[in-house]
């Protein structure tokens, strides 16, 4: 019901930044979740962050707190994840999500989540 398109990856440095975009359409965010995760190669899909788009609330995984930062539009129906301080580690193909029911937690296998194209974010050493 949401189609999400996604933008911002590149190749940056260690200790470089990117901010990326996910872009919302189909219906508004009032009673949604917007929320990034992310897959390197060989891995499984793993959760990065998330915002409640009614209450603004974020949530991010302990591997990027103090490095991650989501910022929304209302009137664009768009989040911003304000990635600094990057490290290898987080070199992956990042794809953001919509889940209509809110959920406390988003999980990668919920059936309501719509899916951005993804993106790929490298950085090197």
């Known amino acids: 019901q949401v189609q999400l398109v996604e933008s911002g990856g590149g190749l940056v440095q260690t200790g470089g930044s990117l901010r990326l975009s996910c872009a919302a359409s189909g219906r508004t965010f009032s009673t949604s979740t917007m929320g990034w995760f992310r897959q390197a190669p060989g891995k499984e899909r793993e959760f990065v962050a998330s915002?409640?788009?009614?209450?603004?609330?974020?949530y991010y995984a302990d591997s990027v707190k103090g490095r991650f930062t989501i910022s929304k539009d209302n009137a664009k129906n768009t989040g911003y994840p304000q990635m600094n301080s990057l490290k290898p580690e987080d070199t992956a193909v990042y794809y953001c999500v919509a889940n209509r029911h809110m959920p406390v937690r988003l999980t990668a296998g919920d059936a309501a989540n719509d899916w951005g194209q993804g993106t790929q974010v490298t950085v090197s050493s």
């Open positions: 915002i409640s788009w009614n209450f603004g609330i974020t």
